[in-house]
């Protein structure tokens, strides 16, 4: 695992370090709390943060409520506090400010591992269920749930100093690819769609069974509509190949763009309007 380990000692951190590193671990040593808060704000892929108490410009008490945190945001660390007293006044208050685990340093090589193998479950089940209730199995997209947490956000943060854009989409007709060609054809047209749109910019997102939508952060209404008109010819061109013959499908597009303030709910609303003006008015193009 990728540990931050947090030790105002240079001969601790070094003898840690050497364990962690002889058990199989990838260590970043710090002997400052600002240096390794930093670094797990910015390093995507910390499992554990192991950190004593007393270290200098920023606690071990505030490292473990910052990884604790990030983890609420949906990226999982495990936060072991170590110190050198068997306080269990320090224990509670390290569970308490987000430790998952409490050491007494020096650490024993063989319990520090079988720790940090129970770390390794944990945060494995942590993210499996994250990927499970975030992703949608069929495309590998962002699922509905997902895409509004970040598009939400994303409104939230919005105050007019960037544009912001929406696009929805939805498959013309393809009830009749699934009576025609059958259900798993179905499948394979909504995987192949997905795989057009991941190519674009943005964040992509299946947000219903043929519905589609792709949030463009810095985009204004009119670029974003140039970039639904170039997938809706991108699928149009390309008929998709299945084992019976190739299916042409074509998609209806509806975008919007953000007013400071709206809701991300009023934006998916604009989009949807204008992705039934786009149906009404005969399907294959894009409104905005
Ligand atoms: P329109 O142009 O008005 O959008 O017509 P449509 O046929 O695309 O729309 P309708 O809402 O009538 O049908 C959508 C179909 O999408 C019906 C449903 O069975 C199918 N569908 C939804 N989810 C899946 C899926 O995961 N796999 C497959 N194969 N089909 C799906
Ligand atoms: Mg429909
Ligand atoms: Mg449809
Ligand atoms: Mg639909």
Redesign the pocket.
């Known amino acids: 695992m990728r540990i931050v380990l947090v030790d105002p000692s240079r001969i601790g951190l070094k003898l840690m370090t050497k364990m962690l590193v002889d058990g199989g671990h990838c260590v970043l040593p710090f002997s400052d709390g600002a240096a390794a808060l930093e670094c797990l704000r910015g390093d995507e892929d910390i499992d554990v943060l192991m950190t004593s108490f007393e270290i200098p410009n920023v606690s071990g008490l505030e490292l473990c409520w910052e990884a604790r945190l990030i983890a609420n945001g949906g990226r999982p660390i495990y936060v072991v506090a170590m110190s050198s007293s068997h306080d269990r006044d320090r224990l509670i208050e390290a569970l308490d400010s987000g430790a998952d685990d409490f050491i007494t340093k020096p650490p024993i090589a063989t319990e520090l591992y079988a720790r940090l193998r129970a770390a390794e479950r944990m945060t494995h089940a942590q993210r499996e269920l994250i990927r499970l209730a975030t992703i949608d199995p069929?495309t590998d997209l962002p699922n509905r749930r997902e895409f509004f947490e970040r598009a939400g956000a994303a409104c939230h943060r919005a105050d007019g100093s960037e544009p912001l854009s929406m696009v929805m989409f939805?498959?013309?007709?393809?009830?009749?690819?699934?009576d025609t060609w059958?259900?798993?054809?179905?499948?394979v047209?909504?995987r192949v769609v997905a795989a057009a749109l991941r190519r674009c910019p943005g964040h992509p997102a299946r947000i219903?069974?043929?519905e589609f939508a792709l949030l463009l952060e810095g985009w204004d209404l009119l670029d974003a509509y140039h970039e639904a008109e170039r997938l809706r010819l991108a699928l149009q061109e390309r008929p998709i190949r299945l084992p019976m013959g190739a299916v042409a499908i074509t998609v209806?597009l509806g975008v919007a763009e953000h007013v400071p303030g709206q809701s991300v709910d009023l934006l998916l609303k604009n989009a949807d309007v204008a992705l039934y003006a786009a149906?009404t008015s005969g399907?294959n193009r894009a409104i905005a």
Not at 170 to 178: P, S
């Open positions: 069929l939805d498959i013309d007709h393809f009830k009749a690819v699934n059958g259900h798993d054809s179905g499948d047209v909504l219903g069974g043929e209806s149906k399907r």
